[in-house]
């Protein structure tokens, strides 16, 4: 097996069926990504982005193409590709580690003693700096934390693609910040194989291996891929005065500002919000996309 | 301060830790104390001089209309005539097992036997009847509703076909139901030596009907609105059906469930009193109409016993239901009204 298509995506398009007829959503989508490679995607909201993530995850099935992960084709969801949602989605019934326990009991049933399970949770939770709060519910703990647990949630499921859609998009920025690095000094432990939605370019620049720019929908698809091969562990302080990260970062700012210039029409945007994951009052095409 | 006892303000506020009350203000104590118990108090007071002023410009065919002080008599004689009924009743069983002792001593393999009292049931038995029916009714109802409403929730197939069904049977009114369960009951419920009489089962069942609708409803709007995002992560995690619906859909959904159920309880409470009045059987449904065709002087007011009664049941009924919601549901932090 070539490490070069661990995880393929490949000639992924989607249509949406809606009152006025099917709404391609995405188009021709592919791209390889390798064993331990962090993958950022990024582009205007509306662009389909989401979409790719969910179909990756199983959540969606694409109308053409398909995704092969490890040799094995993606037809439903499952915990080998674990996603972070960006509203972090803990059971607000369950503690932080009940949350985790949820996931460690579904995928190590009988591959784990119950110690063994309880180890992990604890690691799992310590990992994301956690373990001083485990026992608490989600709403007596704060939303960056909240991300934190979801995340560890995540990586306790051992996926073998972690799939994270704009996962730090609604914490503050200092809050933000601190999860980054987090998530940097994770990546640089555990090596996972991992694509993240995000619209921060910073966020991309300094996270990423490969920043997969996508066009504006519809029928999205990949416009440009840039290889950030910025030595690591990256410092975000450093690297603010890095002439080689500021040249990436105008690379993905000149994309997504001259190139795919945000569309300014409103039935534009309203029938590209049909394609996105986020959640959107009465809107048909995405419920029955999802049913 | 938030005050968790209901009523006592001073006493929520003894429930917090020691170290707070320090931060308490006292000089708001009294204050508070006014709202929540002077506030409700006044109304009551002017609620008893409207209701003494208008009653007794009113005359009926039983005399005037009682005002509140005739009705509190009549409860407290309706007390007394409660424990009237209970002494007679000891004294009853007291003189049998006497008269056996003595026919024991004369023959000590003698066959005795107690007869059971047989003197008609107070106003105060009325009620525990009728507590008694209405919870098994609700019960049964919470039982066939709650199941139905999941699956309804979770499947639109299952919704579509069931809907025009439920639709149609809840705005039926209880009278309607009677005579159909009566007569069923009668029919299907032959035995010799029958564990519950006839009248509670078809009581307890008119009350099943009529009230299951709401909780039907509700759960099933309330597993229907369960978050995307948590299906998503059932969906992730594969939870297989039954972990599925008892880690993330009963959860989520027990707000909405609680409040059909507090809706199921008080309308099944309202259609048991009248079904009691309508078939004659026992509870207070049946005191009242007793009350009403006996037509004494003294009637008028001990239906108004009876009504203040059926109130405050419902009243404490659906006070029972909020506390068994505070200790399930994990949202404690749901206002709960």
Redesign the interface.
Known sequence: MSNEKYLEISHVSIEFPTPNGSFKALDDVSLHIEKGEFVSLIGHSGCGKSTVLNIV???YQATNGGVILNSKEVN????D???V?Q?H?L???LTAYENVE??VK??FKGKKSKPEMRDWIEHNLALVHMEHAMHK?P?EISGGMKQRVGIARALA?EPKVLLMDEPFGALDALTRAHMQDSLIEIQARLKNTVIMITHDVDEAVLLSDRIVMMTNGPEATIGEVLSVDLPRPRDRIKMANDPRYNYFRSEVLKFLYERQKQPLSKDAAASQSAADGK?EAGNSAKEEA?A | MNTKVMGLPLLGQMTQPLYKLKTVNWSDVPKQALRKLGVPLISIVLFLVLWDGIAAHIQTSLGKVPGPVQVWDQAVALYHEHEDARKREARFYERQEKRNAEILAKDPNAKVEIYPYTGSPTFFDQIETSIITVMTGFLLASLIAIPIGILCGLSTTIYTALNPIIQTFKPVSPLAWLPIITLIVSAVYVSADPMFSKSFIVSALTVTLCCMWPTIINTTVGVSSI????I??S?????NWL?NVY??VL??SIPMMFAGLRVSLGIGWMVLIAAEMLAQNPGLGKFVWDEFQNGSSNSLARIMVAVIAIGLIGYMLDRLMLLLQRVIS??K?ATLR
């Open positions: 995850a199983g959540l439903e969801p499952g915990p590709r674990a996603v949602f509203n989605s059971l607000p019934w949820l996931a579904q995928v519910r709403n499921m959640p999802a | 978050d995307k995002d948590l998503n992560v969906r992730v995690l594969r939870l972990t880690k993330i959860p989520s994990w949202d932090s």
